[in-house]
């Protein structure tokens, strides 16, 4: 985060460089504010992506183990 810098004794103190330097500001807080938002998308895709990946295989095993024992009550029915 960026905060206004007080100007240095001899520095040339306009309100033209004010607004130069507020325009830098809001430029660089857009550029954090872009970068943050990317690692988000990034994280949250990536998330889904395993979460979905994790819960097909889940998925599969439990119909798996399931249609196994449907198969052994068939051969051996109590």
Partial sequence: ?????????????????????????????????????????KKAYNSTKYHTKRGAKRTKNAVKGGAEGVKEGAKDPQ
């Fill in 1 to 41: 985060m960026a905060f206004s810098q007080q100007p240095y004794p001899g520095e040339d103190h306009t309100a033209k460089q004010d607004a130069k330097r507020a325009g830098h500001e809001t430029k660089e807080a857009a550029k954090d504010t872009g970068r943050a938002v990317k690692h988000g998308t």
